[in-house]
């Protein structure tokens, strides 16, 4: 099954969708004229409210896509036409090349560890928000600022400073008892702190926590309390399942987006991938390759397997999502 | 600071009205519930905001000062560096870098919110042939690291004769290409229950006044937060102007603040870390203003689900 | 903002200068414009892009305007970024077909973009439009890729070694007195251990063999250049191996300064700091240097690098930049009064002095007024000219990937997670997948 198939059936109004074509392949060709006007009726309004999201889809992104899949099988220097060389590119990344695979295992370590923190850390802050209005504002502003910070090289200079020998992050460990020294040039330490620096930068998914929190109807909670619920069992029972739609869409755009981490890791190394290789992240190296070394075949080649991989991580999570993702307006 | 005094105001006050003994035991737990999640959070900010802090007083720095002094204090403190960054880069007022940035940003947030939400709309409500195909195509363009798509759409814009305007990168969010939105928002309407709409179609009401009168209200906590998010990722892009914007006065802020580096000559750190600190300050205010609708999205106008 | 491009207006055929026909064979498609020279009365807008800093652009502006004075018709639309973002910028329009008419180019990137057609021949203007009196032949030959002249140099650099003397005098050591590598290293650890001593954070300096230009400078005392002139590289494995060894002792001593503390104080570098007392280097980084030192600092010393083999020619002048002009410029002749004007002029000396490195053209040196380090450097590149040799061919295709990959090796080397065995072998399929790609 191909994923783009995969992602259809579970899809938006997938489930709903299916019920209308099994109806559909029931009632055949005696389907009531009435019904096939409402159906078309429904088809139009639906094209109709896409047509913005369809021109940018056609027109810009899906072009290039399909251009960059062909460049996959190619070698390209920017310079001279393409020149097809079938599955060379594949073979050289998974064969003959010790860069791709370091930078796979540190993405990798990057994603698995660094997700789940982020979204804990997001999750916990947002709900610790909710808690109480009293300066909120502050707070919630407080909590968004590091993430308003774009990729320039002030982030990469502080980041430094943080973490570099006596710095604050050394300091507080030292007083613990703990010394690591520097993490800045520790090889070992290098993919931490930049864990850390994506940590830091929660804002985004508790935003987006705290928007879902708020749409929580509070009724829920006092019907909870009601039946003598706990905050553990409130926590599990009325939060989780109210907003599993907003944590299902957090986690699967946080894996995206480790998975494709690219500025801090590009800004804090400027670009080299270093110290040893250990900023040289999937998406940071890919761009070397393309744009420092012009290798745009290579380049779309290691896009393309990044897409299958992570598309494979989000057919299992949407399948999966059937379970455990309640949503309000299709529970019936 | 307030932190004692503001449960301490909440605790007279009521326990004045319900004087009640176990309701007063009760409150008083309440009030240590607070206290303890005030300090929680104060100190969770302190670490938060140190890095900032950090930089707030780098910009205070003089240039030579960076290599050497890791402290947060300057060492010979000086405000040259904001002197030198209002007078602009090479003949242009740094206002203008602002305005430019602050044009594209509120562009995009126009842009987006109106085609993200239609699109959003058509994924999540509406039943039709091919939605199933369509929503995977939208969510597969999110996996593609888009580097690999940069030069075809830069050939593409070039053919137009767009290029050096501020078309490519205002029109793409007019057009939903940031299916991050599109998707965020559908959570949020499938989350809304149908009772409304279906009531509302009953009463003979057609996708557009669903849309606009019953789905748009309920939904506002979704669009206050894609519009911040816009705004700010706006705000910070730097490949597409990079890419697309050839005139210096024309630049927005990620490529103004870069000027001021050059590796291969001299770079003033202590200008790159004021405009970087000056251009924080809008994408702050924007924040600090848009978050309030956050609290007052549909909570407060209750949901009859 | 849209950049207007001035339609060619009908011409009046009239004053057609000598060098039109010349100027023809330049112009591809040409087809019945006969008056593809640049009229003096015909409105003309360039688009200039170059890379550099806030003060670079300001010289240029400056520059521009004097230009201006004597070509009143040419509208110069000016565009500026850091160095990385100039050429990720520049390599999508070569793809997209869309360069600016004039751009000021790096060495390293003129062999890829002449090859491929996208700069401009200047053949037909030199000695012409482009005044060749005041450049030295062997600068010319500097922009020459085949049998074309795609790139003329604004000014040269040579490899050299700076030293701190506040620092040297704090610690009390000598400067270098010259000698070989071996030499340069026990002055660096007399250095460190002097300043141990006085519980000074210093270090003598950096590991060198993280440069891959060191390597060339011993390669070319051989009689060597990295490659021959068809691209093909010209050392060995063992050669590159022999070379890396030399570091091991500086490593492990720690009389160099460590790569932990190198990252730390990204972006600068540790002579910036003023945490290490030298550094190889190309000779136009003077500047950058004082200005990241701070105040503190008002003077360098500027030596010529250690010696391989006595009497060898193994250093050279390069360009610090060309300017170049696009193939697809609607406007060549115009183009390269430009060109002429930023390289030769003593208006354009006098606006950018060495911002630009040391003025290749003898009349924009006479313009340049040279400050105390400026002064320095044209004394030293004077000096050395007994060791100056023939510059190498230029940089194939992908050298610059090659150069950055010959820095992270070195820097591994530094943390100790690589061999020397595995950096030769990395570094030679590096080479193996640039060479052909």
Same mark, same amino acid.
């Given at each position: 099954m191909t994923t783009t198939q995969s992602i259809v059936t579970a899809g938006a109004d997938a489930k709903a969708m299916r019920r209308e074509l099994r109806r559909a392949e029931r009632g055949g060709p005696s389907m009531s004229p009435g019904r096939r006007r409402a159906a078309r009726r429904e088809s139009v309004a639906g094209y109709g409210f896409l047509v913005p999201w369809l021109i940018g889809f056609l027109g810009l992104t899906l072009g290039p896509?399909?251009?960059?899949?062909?460049?996959?099988?190619?070698?390209?220097?920017?310079?001279?036409?393409?020149?097809?060389?079938?599955?060379?590119?594949?073979?050289?990344?998974?064969?003959?090349?010790? +860069?791709?695979?370091?930078?796979?295992?540190?993405?990798?370590?990057?994603?698995?560890?660094?997700?789940?923190?982020?979204?804990?850390?997001?999750?916990?802050?947002?709900?610790?928000?909710?808690y109480r209005n009293k300066g909120s504002g502050f707070f919630r502003s407080s909590f968004y600022a590091p993430s308003l910070i774009g990729a320039s090289v002030s982030v990469a200079i502080v980041w430094r400073a943080m973490f570099s020998t006596d710095g604050p992050v050394d300091n507080s460990l030292s007083f613990f008892g703990i010394d690591l020294g520097g993490w800045v040039g520790n090889v070992a330490l290098v993919v931490p702190m930049m864990i850390l620096l994506a940590v830091w930068q929660f804002g985004a998914p508790m935003v987006i926590f705290l928007a879902g929190l708020k749409q929580i109807p509070q009724e829920l909670y006092e019907a909870a309390e009601m039946d003598g619920a706990g905050p553990v069992r409130k926590f599990r029972s009325v939060t989780i399942p109210m907003l599993s739609s907003v944590i299902f869409f957090n986690l699967l755009l946080e894996l995206i987006n480790a998975f494709q981490i690219f500025a801090s890791a590009y800004i804090i190394s400027n670009g080299s991938g270093g110290p040893a290789g250990m900023t040289n992240f999937y998406t940071v190296y890919l761009y070397k390759r393309g744009f420092a070394d012009l290798q745009m075949g290579y380049a779309s080649a290691m896009a393309w397997v990044l897409v299958i991989v992570v598309a494979i991580i989000a057919f299992i999570l949407f399948k999966t999502s059937t379970r455990w993702v309640h949503y309000a307006g299709e529970n019936r | 600071m307030s932190t004692i005094e503001v449960p301490r105001a909440e605790f007279l006050e009521i326990s004045t009205d319900q004087p009640a003994q176990p309701r007063r035991r009760r409150i008083k737990r309440k009030t240590v519930n607070t206290v303890i999640w005030m300090v929680a959070l104060l100190a969770l900010t302190a670490i938060v905001l140190y890095p900032l802090v950090w930089m707030l007083f780098a910009t205070f720095k003089p240039s030579s000062e960076f290599g050497?002094?890791?402290?947060?204090?300057?060492?010979?403190?000086?405000?040259?560096?904001?002197?030198?960054?209002?007078?602009?880069?090479?003949?242009?007022?740094?206002?203008?870098?602002?305005?430019?940035?602050?044009?594209?940003?509120?562009?995009?947030?126009?842009?987006?919110?109106?085609?993200?939400?239609?699109?959003?709309?058509?994924?999540?409500?509406?039943?039709?042939?091919?939605?199933?195909?369509?929503?995977?195509?939208?969510?597969?363009?999110?996996?593609?690291?888009?580097?690999?798509?940069?030069?075809?759409?830069?050939?593409?814009?070039?053919?137009?004769?767009?290029?050096?305007?501020?078309?490519?990168?205002?029109?793409?969010?007019?057009?939903?290409?940031?299916?991050?939105?599109?998707?965020?928002?559908? +959570?949020?309407?499938?989350?809304?229950?149908?009772?409304?709409?279906?009531?509302a179609r009953i009463d003979g009401a057609g996708h557009l006044r669903i849309f606009f009168s019953i789905i748009l209200p309920l939904i506002k906590p979704a669009l206050i937060t894609s519009a911040i998010f816009t705004f700010i990722w706006t705000w910070n892009d730097f490949l597409g102007p990079l890419l697309y914007i050839n005139t210096p006065e024309e630049y927005p802020l990620p490529i103004a603040l870069k000027l001021y580096n050059d590796q291969t000559s001299?770079?003033?750190?202590?200008?790159?870390?004021?405009?970087?600190?000056?251009?924080?300050?809008?994408?702050?205010?924007?924040?600090?203003?848009?978050?309030?609708?956050l609290v007052d999205g549909v909570a407060t106008q209750g949901l009859k689900g | 903002m849209f950049n207007i491009r001035t339609r060619r207006t009908a011409l009046a055929a009239a004053a057609l200068t000598a060098s039109a026909a010349l100027v023809l064979t330049g112009c591809s498609g040409g087809g019945a414009e006969t008056a593809a020279t640049y009229d003096p009365d015909e409105k003309v807008t360039l688009d200039l892009a170059f890379w550099g800093n806030d003060v670079r652009a300001e010289l240029y502006d400056a520059a521009i305007a004097s230009f201006n004075e004597e070509y009143p018709n040419i509208t110069v639309n000016t565009s500026f970024l850091g160095f990385?973002?100039?050429?990720?910028?520049?390599?999508?329009?070569?793809?997209?077909?869309?360069?600016?008419?004039?751009?000021?180019?790096?060495?390293?990137?003129?062999? +890829?973009?002449?090859?491929?057609?996208?700069?401009?021949?200047?053949?037909?203007?030199?000695?012409n439009v482009i005044d060749t009196e005041p450049l030295a032949q062997n600068i010319l030959d500097i922009g020459v890729v085949g049998d074309e002249t795609t790139g003329i140099p604004?000014?040269?650099?040579?490899?050299?070694?700076?030293?701190?003397?506040?620092?040297?005098?704090?610690?009390?050591?000598?400067?270098f007195a010259g000698g070989d590598w071996e030499d340069y290293d026990a002055w660096m650890k007399e250095v460190t251990d002097a300043a141990t001593a006085a519980g000074v954070e210093l270090w003598g300096g950096t590991d060198w063999t993280g440069r891959i230009q060191n390597f060339e400078v011993q390669q070319r005392a051989k009689g060597e250049d990295l490659f021959t002139e068809d691209g093909e590289p010209n050392f060995t494995e063992e050669d590159l191996a022999a070379f890396w060894e030399q570091g091991d002792a500086v490593r492990t001593d720690g009389s160099v300064i460590g790569q932990q503390r190198l990252e730390e104080i990204y972006p600068l570098s540790g002579f910036d700091s003023a945490l290490t007392a030298s550094e190889l280097t190309w000779d136009n980084f003077g500047a950058g240097y004082l200005g990241n030192l701070g105040t503190d600092f008002t003077e360098l010393g500027l030596f010529e690098p250690p010696v391989t083999e006595e009497g060898a020619k193994?250093?050279?002048?390069?360009?610090?930049?060309?300017?170049?002009?696009?193939?697809?410029?609607?406007?060549?002749?115009?183009?390269?009064?430009?060109?002429?004007?930023?390289?030769?002029?003593?208006?354009?000396?006098?606006?950018?002095?060495?911002?630009?490195?040391?003025?290749?053209?003898?009349?924009?040196l006479e313009g340049a007024d040279l400050d105390p380090l400026s002064q320095q450097i044209a004394d030293y590149e004077a000096s050395i000219a007994d060791r100056l040799g023939d510059a190498p061919p230029v940089p194939i295709v992908g050298y610059g990937t090659l150069e950055e990959k010959f820095r992270l090796i070195g820097q591994e080397l530094g943390y100790g997670t690589l061999t020397v065995d595995d950096a030769v072998s990395q570094f030679f399929s590096e080479m193996d997948v640039v060479l052909n790609q």
């Open positions: 896509m399909l251009y960059s899949l062909y460049l996959a099988f190619t070698k390209y220097n920017l310079f001279k036409d393409p020149e097809w060389v079938g599955f060379d590119n594949f073979v050289r990344m998974f064969t003959d090349d010790p +860069q791709f695979m370091q930078s796979v295992q540190i993405t990798l370590v990057y994603v698995l560890v660094g997700t789940p923190i982020k979204l804990a850390a997001a999750l916990g802050i947002a709900m610790l928000l909710n | 050497q002094n890791p402290g947060l204090m300057p060492e010979n403190p000086t405000v040259d560096n904001y002197v030198k960054v209002v007078e602009g880069i090479a003949g242009t007022p740094l206002w203008r870098f602002f305005a430019n940035s602050l044009f594209i940003a509120v562009m995009a947030v126009i842009g987006t919110l109106f085609s993200s939400a239609l699109a959003a709309y058509a994924f999540a409500r509406i039943k039709f042939r091919g939605v199933g195909l369509l929503f995977a195509a939208m969510i597969g363009t999110l996996l593609l690291p888009f580097h690999v798509i940069i030069i075809p759409q830069y050939i593409m814009f070039n053919k137009l004769e767009l290029v050096d305007t501020y078309w490519p990168l205002i029109l793409p969010k007019f057009l939903a290409t940031e299916a991050f939105f599109v998707f965020l928002i559908v +959570q949020f309407i499938r989350n809304i229950p149908r009772d409304m709409d279906e009531a001299t770079s003033d750190y202590g200008a790159t870390m004021a405009v970087s600190f000056l251009a924080l300050l809008p994408i702050l205010i924007f924040f600090i203003v848009f978050q309030r609708f | 990385p973002e100039y050429w990720e910028k520049r390599q999508t329009e070569a793809a997209g077909g869309g360069l600016p008419d004039v751009m000021q180019f790096d060495y390293s990137y003129l062999r +890829q973009y002449s090859e491929n057609g996208l700069l401009l021949d200047l053949e037909p203007y030199l000695g604004t000014s040269t650099n040579a490899w050299g070694m700076y030293t701190n003397p506040k620092l040297l005098e704090q610690v009390g050591v000598e400067e193994d250093l050279y002048l390069k360009p610090s930049m060309l300017h170049s002009i696009s193939a697809k410029t609607e406007h060549p002749e115009a183009a390269a009064t430009l060109v002429n004007f930023l390289v030769n002029s003593p208006e354009s000396g006098a606006a950018f002095g060495t911002n630009r490195g040391l003025p290749a053209s003898t009349t924009a």
